[in-house]
């Protein structure tokens, strides 16, 4: 569906929010976190204090990997999402990429699920099974494999620490399909010890979008 149906927001608030920014929700998350909904040049953003969290086909740090990747990207068919947002991912999946896909995503806070849900996803085409998990240990137990894992998960502006293991990166990797791919966000500012994908996926490179490194690394 074309977003201008989205909520039913009017063309001209649309048109306007390229201006001012109209905020239109606004929820605690885990630890109570403020996070807040707005229209911001056309499109639903979602943001905590300190950090963009989604943001429609403007979400770049994917928006751009996903161009860097055509055509790869458009054969991927099972997406696992860890970490969900306002649901840019598969927005940016089927809207921009036009690929045909089944999500499940996984997102501890039921806060952003909600948010995702209500602006989003019942706005897409796509299968999307979402899972109130912690992403830290879904990939340990799930007997599922994915042909694209994109891995998104913050607090506010940092992702943690935890989630840098190599025991993660063999659990993410034992996930994925043969030849599947990762793609694994971070903001290069925390300079997190990301050196151990290497240890799991040696071919893993980063593809460099405003503040962000997304790592690019393939189940060979």
Known sequence: MGEINRLNIPFWKKLLSHIVEFPLETVLGNDNLPLTVCLHKGRFQLYSENAIYSWDDLYTQFRDVFNHLTPEIKQKKEVLLLGLGLGSIPYLLENKMGVDAYYTAVELDESIIYLAEKYTLQYLKSGIST??????????????????????????????????????????????????????????????????????????????????????????
Not at 149 to 164: A, G
Not at 179 to 199: C, D, H, K, S
């Open 131 to 220: 899972v109130q998990a912690d992403a830290l240990d879904f990939p340990f137990y799930t007997e599922e494999k994915f042909d694209l894992i994109c891995f998104d998960v913050f607090n506010d502006h940092l992702t943690p620490l935890e989630f840098f293991s190599t025991d993660y990166f063999e659990a993410l990797k034992e996930c994925l399909e043969p030849n599947g791919l990762l793609l694994f966000n971070v903001l290069r500012a925390q300079n997190p010890p990301i050196e151990n994908i290497l240890t799991v996926f040696p071919n893993a490179i980063p593809y460099k979008s405003n503040e962000n490194d997304v790592w690019i690394a393939r189940n060979v």
